[in-house]
Nanobody
Framework: QVQLVESGGGLVQPGGSLTLSCAAS????????MGWYRQAPGKERELVAR???????VYADSVKGRFTISRDRAKNTVYLQMNNLKPEDTAVYYC??????????????WGQGTQVTVSS
């Protein structure tokens, strides 16, 4: 009923930039918090950034000042602009969207994940 399609991952050198996007489509009634999480090999999935329906953004301390999250309400899309990337940013990045289906139920949905590798 709902699809989250991520794009924008890839290989980048330290200090480089990437922009991730995640578009939600399907039988959606309302979209609430949209966010990005990441999971590095051998580590737990962690919050990177999230933005609420009021556009208030929250960032992990490790990415403050380097990453910017934004959303396009008309397109049900969330973006993550990543600047000054570091090797420790290497991970699979997942979008997470809290939304209500047209049928009425509300719960978070996960994207399929996109690999970000920062290496020289």
């Amino acid at each position: 009923q709902v699809q989250l399609v991520e794009s924008g991952g890839g290989l980048v050198q330290p200090g480089g930039s990437l922009t991730l996007s995640c578009a939600a489509s399907g039988s959606i009634s309302s979209v609430y918090t949209m966010g990005w999480y990441r999971q590095a090999p051998g580590k737990e999935r962690e919050l990177v950034a999230r933005v609420g329906s009021g556009s208030t953004a929250v960032y992990a301390d490790s990415v403050k000042g380097r990453f910017t999250i934004s959303r396009d309400r008309a397109k049900n899309t969330v973006y993550l602009q990543m600047n000054n990337l570091k090797p420790e940013d290497t991970a699979v990045y997942y979008c997470n969207v809290d939304l209500r289906l047209s049928a009425g139920s509300r719960y978070p949905h996960w994207g399929q994940g996109t690999q970000v590798t920062v290496s020289s």
